[in-house]
């Protein structure tokens, strides 16, 4: 079974950098997405990249500071993160659909990584 294994959160100040890891085992090819949950909120889509890569879609929250990407060769999923900012904290999950097209709904992803923490202090 597929397994989502995320790293490269932690605590970072306002108009700083992180950048988040998903590293899958198994088959490569899949689409994959980037989500976040800030407590009391409901979980969010912010990236989303097809299984090829060449197709990505951010949200609009975080368009021109987030970038995302992808290396098949080592299967790991990339998501970049600029000008971070408060709003910005939340836990952010890696997700796996099994099919070459991206979509920002959760509900078409089939795996899910355990979730790492992002922090971005004012």
């Known amino acids: 079974q597929e397994q989502l294994v995320e790293s490269g959160g932690g605590l970072v100040q306002a108009g700083g950098s992180l950048r988040l890891s998903c590293a899958a085992s198994?088959?490569?090819?899949?689409?994959m997405g980037w989500f976040r949950q800030a407590p009391g909120k409901e979980r969010e889509f912010v990236a989303a990249i097809s299984g090829g890569g060449g197709t990505k879609r951010l949200a609009d929250s975080v368009k021109g500071r987030f970038g995302i990407a992808r290396d098949n060769a080592k299967n790991t999923v990339h998501l970049q993160m600029n000008s971070l900012n408060a709003e910005d904290t939340a836990v952010y999950f890696c997700a796996l659909r099994f099919s070459g097209a991206m979509t920002s709904d959760p509900s078409q992803y089939a795996r899910w990584g355990q979730g790492i923490q992002v922090t971005v202090s004012s």
């Open positions: 198994g088959p490569i090819g899949w689409a």
